[in-house]
């Protein structure tokens, strides 16, 4: 989630400011930062490098963790997926480039909210494609409906290089989405995704099962919650739509399901939570009524640190070019969880 559009003009970015995740992809005026030269791999802090959506795999095996999240053009002037490593969360040292989009791939636009996960012996990236394809429906007074979709591309170790399995994303091509997430209940992967607010006005969470190598889909996605359901969540007065941006799940200390994500709030971007009263993907889902985050920072995911200590990552704020990955110290609640004091 998680960037807002690439293609929005800059009078747009306030209002995306406001209404949360797809705001973030908007661009600043003047020169993207984004297209400046890659740099040398080097140590750097967090609060030094410009990341958006980043994620945390924690390797026990090594005692490293691995943050990924979208980089620069590559070496071959592609968009890319970049790579930091660190023993201790303060120092990392990257970038170094995991993946750069394929010459003749189905897009070459942008690319958003990478997510590593291992699974089988394999590792997988989870990531959004963006396009200039537009549908052939478009709504009048509304921002492109193109095709945008999540991906999942596989490798034989964290540090890639990573393939995707298809020249189209995994989910549905007449679908726009977003910010794909893994989740395994009773031995199925699933992909817990998000359906764009912009071809559907009130985004969604969705989920679809995949096939068991997680090369393509297993039947036909459904819907968890709209963003309209949480009432921090905030509609837009311009388009009148909620945001739903960068699902993460987990299962509590007492076995309770829940669901961290990201859409517009009173205060800018912010983060909340939702729960499966039956413990199961396929909820109901209920939200809770008050955020975890709601300081202008979104997209969040958790990890624990090698100490067992329960971790969120999310960016903060959520303006061009200011994004900066956070990293928080979790208590788990049973019923929640919440930032430590």
Not at 35 to 40: C, H, I, K, T
Request: charged fraction near 25%; charge should be neutral; proline fraction near 8%.
């Amino acid at each position: 989630t998680h960037p807002m559009k690439h293609s929005l003009a800059i009078g747009f970015i306030c209002f995306c400011f406001a209404i949360g995740a797809s705001a973030l992809r908007a661009q600043p005026a003047g020169p993207d930062p984004r297209n400046a030269p890659m740099p040398a791999p080097r140590d750097v802090k967090l609060a030094d490098e410009r990341l958006r959506d980043s994620c945390i795999w924690p390797d026990p095996a090594t005692q490293t963790y691995y943050l990924v999240s979208a980089g620069r053009r590559g070496p071959n002037g592609r968009r890319t997926v970049v790579q930091y490593t660190s023993k201790d969360l303060e120092t990392w040292n990257g970038p170094r480039v995991i993946f750069e989009i394929p010459e003749n791939f189905w897009t070459q636009r942008g690319i958003w909210a990478p997510e590593l996960h291992d699974y089988k012996g394999k590792f997988y990236l989870f990531l959004t494609f963006d396009s200039d394809q537009k549908f052939p429906e478009q709504w009048r007074n509304w921002l492109p409906r193109v095709k945008r979709g999540s991906q999942i591309l596989v490798a034989d170790s964290p540090t890639g290089p990573f393939q995707p399995f298809a020249n189209h994303s995994t989910l549905p091509e007449d679908m726009m989405t977003l910010d794909g997430t893994l989740w395994i209940e009773d031995g199925v992967p699933y992909m817990v995704f998000c359906h764009e607010w912009v071809q559907i006005k009130d985004g969604t969470v969705e989920c679809v099962r995949l096939k068991d190598d997680l090369s393509a889909t297993d039947g036909e996605p459904f819907r968890l919650f709209n963003g309209s359901d949480a009432g921090w969540s905030k509609k837009s007065d311009q388009y009148g739509c909620h945001v739903t941006d960068g699902p993460y799940l987990y299962r509590t200390k007492t076995g309770k399901l829940i669901m961290l994500w990201s859409s517009g709030g009173a205060t800018g971007y912010t983060t909340g939570l939702a729960y499966s009263d039956s413990g199961k993907l396929a909820g109901p889902w209920k939200q809770q009524a008050e955020p975890v985050f709601a300081a202008d920072g979104g997209h969040p995911m958790l990890f624990h640190r090698f100490d067992g200590q329960l971790m969120m990552i999310l960016h903060q704020p959520n303006k061009v070019p200011d994004e900066r990955a956070r990293i928080f110290e979790m208590e788990d609640t049973g019923d929640s969880v919440r930032i430590k004091k």
